[in-house]
């Protein structure tokens, strides 16, 4: 075996270069502003519809243990 087949015509990457490699990225997309508002905004309405139901006594809303 020679020298020249040795080589492997690059140099060896750092370790941060390998390790960049093989990350995935965990980030998770990206949400705007308005979409966050809006979602909160519908998490809370169906929170009080929700709640609303529960002290109108309606049956579905109820837990296990309380329905009739």
């Known amino acids: 075996m020679t020298e020249e087949a040795a080589k492997k015509g690059r140099p060896t990457p750092s370790r941060k270069d390998a ?5 995935v990225s965990t980030l998770a997309p990206v ?11 519908l ?3 169906r ?3 929700a709640r ?4 109108r006594g309606d049956e579905n ?3 296990i243990r309380d329905r009739g």
């Open 31 to 41: 949400v705007g502003k308005e979409n966050k508002k809006r979602e909160k905004a």
């Open 19 to 23: 390790e960049s490699k093989r990350k």
């Open 61 to 63: 809303a109820l837990p």
């Open 47 to 49: 929170r009080i519809a």
């Open 52 to 55: 609303e139901a529960y002290m």
């Open 43 to 45: 998490a809370r309405d």
